[in-house]
């Protein structure tokens, strides 16, 4: 198989909010288009693009998954991505390597949080957009409200370009505006060739063509000043002036039918054929300035036996199995050797890609998601995909001793296939933790590590990382003195703390004069502050904010040693922290909440009730965006409780803010918790 010209690609994402029907409409196309000869279910496990274990398992696209079909002579790529919040990483890397998205929206839901949040990636992106009104066969589903409230939320550059055949359970089929055909289909079978538009439909196919035309003639002036005139525009004119608003994202269109009857994907692929930009037109979503072949890789599955497979994007010129890519991360060259296409799960060997499409490779050494392939190594920036940071952390522990080395070499593959995924070392309390964007997305991933790689973990609620410090100046003397039989031990000193700006820092100075402790004693005296410090008095948390100024001492000729002005050292350092107003810090989490108007008023209430601080609220079509700054120790189950006071709508995003003083009724109790634990494991 030879590479397919840039200009007759077609690299669509299919993006929306979870269980909006994007998977049975990738299925649909690709059986209205002959790819597959029967139409899968998604709760049968049968479709195309939920192809794995987990996936199954839930009903639901964990993962971004490519197929392609052929259409009018032009091969479209279709990547199915996962609606459901915690797997939005793939839909986000899938957005930046596609011409266009298309939006599928529920005839009954109308928009909803990850609409709204795909379409303004697309946006930000510059990426032509169709919207696909599905469902309509469902009890209450209306397209016509639908259309209305992509209009008030996306913007009125939404506009119908198909109607629906009926309602509800009686939908058959759907018109065309712009062609002027109406297209049903026999239950569950291929569409059939266009037909005539039902008499009934008559009235309102006039109106809402009349809106489309308006919409259209709005993007081009030429044509606005002969429509204005009265004059007559062809049929041509309009269908190419569509084209171009549409493929330059001025205008999107708005397609109707039902998924899993396959209703209404005719029009839906010749629209996608005529408005999304070929490769050839909009020119690379990522440049790479003098490369000569260039790939991105946008996804990347991790499989114990099949070994890696990455998905990438031809940026420019060719990837053949002949060729010799160099990774712009590692600097290292690889070998290309098979190359592949994709069909989900399904894949068969190919010889090259050309520019703009989309396909796969195995067997690299080491290219993950994210990352740049080119004929030659070269210094440039890697292209950032902006990835929302995990809030959801979980620390996790081996349920077998000794497994803690293959945890982790399984946990990287699978952040690997999956950056939002985050596993880190916290060095404070040397928890191994986990952070994914939910509890589900970090559930998942437990569920892999066990089906996958068979290795099984706990997952427990972290530690919160507090820390110490003082607020005011103190001194503290430190004498260390041991006399018994021969050589004995003798360090002296006395040091003065004081508060560093911010809570942050570590200073030494030395100020003694006259020699009153040797120099070579003295960076011990610093080490055994510096050892005490890693466990503060209060909570034994690391104590840091602090300048400690060596002042005075004494030594002695034959019985001081480096051991013996460290302990001095620490020993002053305890006396002084007493009396310095030592004080518990804790992490403060910078929240983004957003959730519907109507649980505003509970959602602020519960932020409340965790010691959160309200700083704004953003109401924005139905939707309200609230942010907050809230203590880590009261955010650490918040995924669960946002879930129950929204009913799954809401969504909410968390950053490491600062740190701050922990009020005394908190700090109180956390003392006496860690004085219990201590005094418990002495005994
Ligand atoms: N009645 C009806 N059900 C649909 C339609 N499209 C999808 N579904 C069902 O809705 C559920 C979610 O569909 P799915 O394709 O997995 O949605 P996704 O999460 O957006 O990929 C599944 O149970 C589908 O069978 C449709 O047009 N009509
Ligand atoms: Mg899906």
Redesign the pocket.
């Known amino acids: 198989m030879s590479a397919v010209e840039p200009g007759k690609i077609r690299n669509v994402a299919v993006v929306?909010h979870?269980?909006?029907?994007?998977?049975?409409?990738v299925e649909a196309m690709l059986f209205q288009a002959g790819t597959t000869n029967r139409l899968g279910?998604?709760?049968q496990g049968t479709t195309v693009s939920?192809w794995d274990e987990d996936e199954q398992q839930r009903?639901?696209?964990i993962s971004a998954s490519l197929c392609h079909l052929e259409w009018q002579g032009r091969k479209i790529n279709l990547i199915?991505t996962p609606?459901e919040p915690s797997f939005q990483g793939d839909a986000i890397s899938s957005l930046h390597v596609v011409e266009g998205a298309l939006v599928?929206v529920s005839g009954v839901m109308g928009v909803e949080v990850q609409t709204a949040r795909n379409w303004r990636r697309a946006e930000e992106l510059g990426l032509a957009r169709v919207v696909f009104v599905?469902?309509?066969?469902?009890e209450r589903a209306d397209f016509y409200r639908t259309l209305e409230q992509l209009r008030a939320q996306l913007g009125s550059q939404c506009v119908a370009i198909h109607l629906p055949i009926g309602v509800e359970h009686e939908v058959s089929g759907i018109v065309d505006l712009l062609h002027m055909t109406a297209y049903t289909s026999p239950e569950g079978d291929r569409e059939s060739k266009p037909g005539e538009i039902p008499a009934e439909l008559a009235d309102q196919v006039e109106q809402y063509r009349t809106q489309l035309l308006d919409s259209v003639v709005e993007t081009d002036e030429g044509l606005m000043e002969r429509y204005l005139d009265g004059q007559e525009l062809s049929p041509e004119e309009v269908a190419a002036a569509m084209k171009t608003a549409v493929t330059r994202g001025e205008l999107f269109p708005v397609a109707c039918g039902?998924?899993?009857?396959n209703l209404g994907t005719t029009a839906l692929l010749d629209l996608l054929v005529e408005g999304i930009p070929s490769p050839a037109k909009k020119g690379a979503p990522i440049e790479v300035e003098g490369a000569q072949d260039a790939a991105f890789v946008f996804k990347t599955v991790a499989d114990p036996f099949a070994g890696r497979i990455n998905i990438f994007r031809v940026l420019t010129g060719r990837i053949g199995s002949d060729s010799t890519l160099a990774n712009v991360r590692t600097h290292d060259k690889e070998r290309v050797g098979q190359l592949l296409t994709l069909q989900g799960k399904e894949h068969e060997p190919a010889d090259e890609f050309g520019e703009g499409d989309l396909g796969a490779v195995s067997k690299l050494k080491d290219v993950r998601t994210g990352d740049l392939l080119l004929d030659a190594d070269r210094d440039v920036e890697l292209p950032s995909l902006d990835f929302p940071e995990p809030v959801m952390s979980f620390a996790i522990t081996p349920k077998a001793k000794g497994d803690e080395e293959k945890v982790a070499t399984s946990l990287r593959r699978l952040s690997e296939e999956d950056p939002t995924l985050h596993l880190r070392r916290d060095p404070q309390t040397g928890e191994q933790l986990l952070s994914g964007m939910t509890q589900m997305h970090v559930e998942v991933a437990v569920d892999r590590l066990k089906r996958r790689f068979g290795v099984e973990v706990d997952l427990r609620q972290p530690r919160v990382p507090y820390l110490e410090t003082i607020r005011k100046e103190a001194r503290g003397h430190g004498r260390y003195k041991k006399q018994t039989g021969g050589r004995g031990q003798f360090g002296d000193c006395h040091i003065v703390l004081e508060p560093l700006e911010g809570h942050t820092g570590y200073e030494f100075e030395d100020k003694i004069v006259g020699g009153v402790i040797p120099q070579g004693f003295r960076p011990a005296v610093d080490k055994g502050i510096q050892e005490a410090m890693q466990e503060g008095e209060l909570a034994g948390a690391p104590v840091q904010g602090v300048r400690v100024r060596l002042v005075d001492g004494s030594y002695h000729t034959v019985d001081s040693s480096e051991m013996a002005f460290k302990i001095a050292g620490s020993m002053a350092f305890k006396q002084a922290y007493e009396q310095a107003d030592p004080v518990l810090l804790e992490p403060i989490m910078e929240v983004d909440v957003t959730v519907p108007d109507d649980t505003v008023g509970a959602v602020n209430g519960d932020l409340n009730s965790r010691r959160g601080r309200l700083q704004g609220m953003e109401p924005s079509g139905g939707m309200t965006q609230i942010k907050a700054e809230a203590p880590m120790a009261e955010m650490l189950t918040y995924g669960q409780a946002l879930t129950s006071m929204t009913g799954g709508r809401g969504d909410y995003h968390m950053q490491f803010l600062r740190y701050d003083e922990v009020p005394s009724h908190v700090a109180e109790k956390l003392i006496a918790e860690t004085k219990k634990e201590r005094e418990e494991a002495k005994v």
């Open positions: 929306g979870r269980g909006t029907g994007k998977t049975s409409l279910v998604v709760e939920d009903e639901m696209s199915d609606g599928t599905n469902m309509l066969d469902r039902v998924a899993t009857k």
